[in-house]
Structure formats: C-alpha cells, structure tokens
C-alpha cells in the first residue's frame, strides 16, 4: 500500500473507516491520548482503548473494555492509531501484523513517525499516516 500524505487520501481515511483500535489510549482526560478517541467516539466512531495497564484493571471507556494487545481484538479495525512516542513505535509493529484481518491503516498521531516502521506496513498492504492529528484533521475536513 502506501503512505498517505495528500487531502483527499486523508479525508478517504476519515470518512471510510469506523473502526479505530487506539495503542497507548490513556485513562486522563486532558491527555491527547484521551481527548482525541473521546472526540472521535462522539463522531460515531467505534474507539477500542489498547492500554495494558488499563485492560488488567478491568477498565472500561466508551462503552468498550480496555484491551491489551492488538492481537486479541475479535471484530475488524480499519485504523490503529497509535500514541506512543517515535522511538517506541517499533515495540508494536508485530502486534499490528498479528492482526486478523490486518488493518487497512496505521496513523501515527501528530509528533510521531518511524519511516522504518512505516515501510514494513506497506509492504504488508497497510496504508500509513504519519504525524497527524486525527481530531484536526476530521474538524478541518468533514
């Protein structure tokens, strides 16, 4: 697949994909990691929280329980977004293959990009966003 840089790949993203699985969802409201899948859910999206600190707590947000890998999610996900910092993108890359089917996107959140990273996902037929904000983009574009 590819990376996805241009407006009307992005809108494509927004307006296609339902489902969106959230790595390193945090529990604080005045987090990015919180706020933008709060936002998101509100838009009618269907937000999983992928925080194992939070899943072994038994938490849940949205109506949905905390998981804590990628790989036990049972339904589709169109989009796993990613909050983790650049350097920690790696640690997740064999979570997001393990996915059955795969995702049809990875979006790094704004401030996070790993190119390596990245280019494994396409080659597995994975379009990719890299540092951008969901909750700007869909305020800026739908």
């Known amino acids: ?30 987090k990015p990691a919180h706020y933008v899948p709060e936002y998101l859910d509100r838009q009618g999206y269907t937000v999983i929280p ?35 910092r650049s350097d920690k993108v790696h640690e997740h890359l064999q979570d997001i293959l393990s996915m059955q089917p795969l995702p049809k996107v ?14 494994q996902l396409t080659a597995a037929g994975i379009d990719v966003v890299q540092d951008r904000c969901m909750l700007a983009d869909h305020r800026t574009w739908m």
């Open 1 to 30: 697949m590819t990376l996805l840089t241009e407006k009307a790949d992005v809108l494509r993203v927004l307006e296609e994909s339902k489902v969106v699985a959230v790595i390193g969802f945090h529990r604080d409201p005045g």
């Open 50 to 84: 992928v925080n194992p600190a939070l899943a072994s707590r038994g938490e849940s947000f949205f109506g949905r329980a905390a998981a804590s890998t990628l790989a036990e999610l049972t339904g589709a996900v169109d989009v796993v977004e990613v909050f983790r």
């Open 106 to 119: 990875v979006w790094m959140q704004q401030g996070i990009r790993d190119d390596e990273v990245a280019a």
